[in-house]
């Protein structure tokens, strides 16, 4: 188990880019809808976009990362977009993920 003291000393070693540290996730009805929400994202802000992500019963969930700022407006650009072409279930940014979050979240490749 870490504890919070060794979850503040891993994130200020530098276990994860801060430029990567937010996490975004747009969950949608349909694979148009996620993949119109990824391109909108990539096209709106400098974020990584680390998996789309079938849920089951056509849902499907797209992962970015970056900093806060660039999270949010990818949000914004791919909520906007999927909502034109499909159904958008759910948004949210978590900024600064525990490390045990990390732990069952998609690896980034760079």
Request: proline share 4%; aromatic share 0%; hydrophobic share 45%.
């Amino acid at each position: 188990m870490v504890t919070k003291s060794q979850e503040k000393e891993t994130s200020q070693s530098g276990v994860l880019d801060p430029e990567l540290r937010a996490l975004g996730m747009i969950e949608t009805r349909g694979l148009v809808a996620c993949i119109e929400a990824a391109d909108a994202m990539a096209k709106a802000a400098n974020i990584a976009l680390t998996q789309r992500r079938a849920i089951g019963g056509g849902y499907m969930t797209i992962m970015v990362r970056g900093d806060v700022g660039a999270v949010r407006t990818a949000l914004e650009a791919g909520t906007k977009a999927a909502k034109l072409v499909g159904k958008v279930e759910s948004v949210k940014m978590l900024p600064n993920p525990s490390l045990l979050v990390e732990d069952i979240l998609p690896n980034i490749i760079v």
